[in-house]
Nanobody, 122 residues
Framework: QVQLVESGGGLVQAGGSLRLSCAAS????????MAWYRQAPGKQRELVAR???????DYADSVKGRFTISRDNAKNTVYLQMSSLKPEDTAVYYC????????????????WGQGTQVTVSS
């Protein structure tokens, strides 16, 4: 019913930048929160940043001042602009849509993207 497709990952040198995109498609009436999580090898998945449909944002301390999350509600798309990348940012980055409704009175659901690899070399 709903798919989240991420793009923009890749290999970059430390200090470089990348921009991730995630487009949600399918039967969507609204999405409350869109977010980016990441999971490094041997570590738990962690929240990187999230943005509400009203534009409020929240960031992990480790990325504050370096990453910027934004969304286009009309396109059901969320972006993550990553700058001043560090080797410790290396991980698989996952897009998340939370509080997704199919219609105005449907239940709310949560969806994940398939993940995109970000590798930062030193």
């Amino acid at each position: 019913q709903v798919q989240l497709v991420e793009s923009g990952g890749g290999l970059v040198q430390a200090g470089g930048s990348l921009r991730l995109s995630c487009a949600a498609s399918g039967r969507i009436f609204s999405i409350n929160v869109m977010a980016w999580y990441r999971q490094a090898p041997g570590k738990q998945r962690e929240l990187v940043a999230r943005v509400t449909d009203g534009g409020s944002t929240d960031y992990a301390d480790s990325v504050k001042g370096r990453f910027t999350i934004s969304r286009d509600n009309a396109k059901n798309t969320v972006y993550l602009q990553m700058s001043s990348l560090k080797p410790e940012d290396t991980a698989v980055y996952y897009c998340n849509a939370d509080g997704l409704k199919y219609t105005s009175d449907s239940y709310q659901f949560r969806y994940w993207g398939q993940g995109t690899q970000v590798t930062v070399s030193s």
